[in-house]
């Protein structure tokens, strides 16, 4: 999904495919509201028997394994919206339906410190762990299922409504060791990024902070590693946050039980990459990474689009 036109530069106006970037971005504005209205019906199951803050799976009131089979029910309309709006626009335009719904859900669940004062801490950071890998299960289920259902939709769709989008036929085709390392750059400069931003135990703190960290630390990696396939840093936060989480688990000295880390939490001692939970990281994180996959191909169509002018110009 691009922010610019594509230009005319003989005719020396947009191109009509203009409009029809701006319609696609406004269906998948609206495909995102509804997702996220869906998977908010959720909420009083989801949210712990206290009803304290922080979201989940281990500490919701109808238990782990019925939480996560909710969770994957009320996520069931946020994918086949992207389904329909992966069909008419990019990968990313459908992935950000279904981090966006999330990022309701977490929004309403509130700040994780609820979770903090319930749980019996250190010990519960390996929930944690296991909690990431499985929001990471569902985001390449998501992914998977807009690859293999989005060419046999585009081949019912008249041609004018299609953006073509070559680099999105086989989403996982190009694991190479820049794509690797760059997954792993990003998920190491996002993390260091959180952790200068995160400065309290507020809800929106850490979502913002965690969008504009994975947004600098996509956009600053794309530029180094132009041709890695974007699609394996939306992994990125994840790997962060069980990075994070790893950390407070080894740390036995300092993180031995709940008091010790609330003490570490509010004298600002303990790591900010490990106080939002995974549907913090899988939402606001995927969310800023998505920007700035965004953004650094704007930047790039903005450069070609300038050398194209150029040189036609001194023809």
Not at 160 to 187: K, Q, R, Y
Request: charged share 10%; glycine share 6%.
């Amino acid at each position: 999904m691009t922010f610019l036109p594509e230009i005319d530069h003989k005719n020396g106006k947009s191109n009509t495919t203009m409009l029809a970037r701006y319609q696609s971005r406004i269906l998948t504005l609206v495909a995102a509201s509804i997702a996220a209205t869906c998977m908010l019906i959720a909420t009083p199951r989801l949210i712990p028997l206290n009803a304290s803050t922080g979201i989940t799976f281990t500490d919701a009131a109808v238990g782990p394994l019925n939480a996560i089979i909710i969770t994957a029910l009320f996520l069931l309309p946020a994918l086949i919206l992207s389904i329909f709006i992966a069909a008419f626009n990019t990968y990313l335009s459908a992935t950000f339906i279904s981090a966006f719904a999330v990022l309701a859900l977490a929004s309403i669940g509130g700040s994780p410190i609820g979770f903090i004062y319930r749980s019996d801490l250190p010990h519960e950071y390996t929930s944690l762990i296991i909690e990431s890998f499985i929001w990471t299960a569902l985001l390449f289920a998501n992914l998977y299922t807009i690859q293999i259902t989005r060419t046999p939709i585009q081949a019912k769709l008249p041609r004018n409504l299609v953006t073509p989008s070559p680099d999105d036929s086989n989403l996982f085709g190009n694991l190479s060791t820049n794509t690797i390392l760059a997954a792993f750059i990003v998920a190491g400069l996002g993390g260091f990024l959180c952790n200068l931003l995160i400065q309290s135990t507020a809800t929106s703190q850490s979502l913002c902070s965690l969008i504009l960290a994975f947004f600098i630390a996509t956009l600053f990696t794309r530029f180094i590693f132009p041709s890695a396939n974007p699609v394996i840093l939306l992994f990125s936060p994840m790997i962060a946050a069980i990075v994070g989480y790893t950390l407070v688990l080894i740390n036995t000295g300092s993180y031995s039980s709940t008091s010790k880390i609330l003490s570490a939490i509010y004298s600002h001692q303990f790591p900010p990459l490990a106080f939002p939970l995974p549907i913090f990281f899988i939402s606001a994180g995927t969310i800023g990474v998505i920007l700035g996959i965004t953004a650094a191909k704007g930047f790039e169509n903005m450069t070609i689009e300038s050398a194209t002018h150029q040189s036609e110009t001194a023809e």
